[in-house]
């Protein structure tokens, strides 16, 4: 029973590289986003899909991309890494409808030097 | 401009006590709320939620109160143990579409130490 499943656990990048954060989830949830936790200023959301085709932007989405060909799959690309991107990020699922909470992956932490 | 706050960073109770955490939010388009526990290198993991239609709801030792004409949601730990350490986090959705599309607005935390 894994859930939300997040890879990598850490990451360093140099200023410009591009990479991909994964996400995945078991629970046939409708719904996936991507949050990125800062100091002082709890989860912040970047993107979020509420089905496969189906994407849209959160809070915080410049400089990031995603995509959702799967209901499974949520990858979060980060296209020229700058140090600003340095946090924590987290990726979720949730069923559609209601007042349904959200399931978390275990978080990337991700440098940019 | 921060439309969910949780305006103390840290609280610090005795084992057996009572812990209240306090959240706030502006957005009167709110009307789930929930609360995430997160422990040090993990994923926030849900605890307890709460509509607007209601004013309480208990789980075990926790209880989350919400006051609507206030816009104050609080979280009650009674008792409180050491393993209840951690960053607690209050979340705020709108189900005005008739689904949340799973977007959490949230606070920026508190860290709870319970002492033994």
């Known amino acids: 029973n894994a859930g939300v499943t997040q890879t990598p656990k850490f990451q360093v990048l140099k200023t410009g590289q591009s990479m991909t954060l994964q996400c995945a989830q078991d629970?046939?949830?409708?719904?996936m986003s991507w949050y990125r936790q800062d100091p002082g200023m709890g989860l912040r959301l970047i993107h979020y899909s509420v089905g496969a085709g189906i994407t849209d932007q959160g809070e915080v989405p410049n400089g990031y991309n995603v995509s959702r060909s799967t209901t499974e799959d949520f990858p979060l690309r980060l296209l020229s890494a700058a140090p600003s991107q340095t946090s924590v990020y987290f990726c979720?699922?949730?069923?559609?409808?209601?007042?349904?909470?959200?399931?978390f992956g275990q978080g990337t932490r991700l440098t940019v030097v | 401009d921060q439309q969910v706050k949780q305006n103390s960073p840290s609280l610090s109770v005795q084992e057996g006590r009572i812990s209240i955490l306090n959240c706030d939010y502006t957005?009167?388009?709110?009307?789930?709320f929930l609360w995430y526990k997160k422990y040090p290198a993990e994923g926030p993991t849900f605890l307890i939620s709460?509509?607007?239609?209601?004013d309480k709801n208990e789980d075990g030792r926790f209880t989350v109160f919400l006051n609507k004409s206030a816009k104050h949601l609080s979280l009650h730990i009674v008792p409180s143990q050491p393993g209840d350490s951690a960053v607690y986090f209050c979340?705020?959705?709108?189900?005005?579409?008739?689904?949340?599309?799973?977007?959490?607005?949230f606070g920026q935390g508190t860290i709870l130490t319970v002492h033994p």
């Open positions: 979340a705020a959705t709108s189900n005005a579409g008739g689904t949340s599309y799973g977007k959490l607005t």
């Open positions: 957005n009167s388009m709110f009307d789930y």
């Open positions: 629970m046939n949830h409708e719904y």
């Open positions: 979720a699922s949730s069923r559609a409808g209601q007042g349904t909470e959200a399931f």
């Open positions: 709460i509509s607007s239609i209601k």
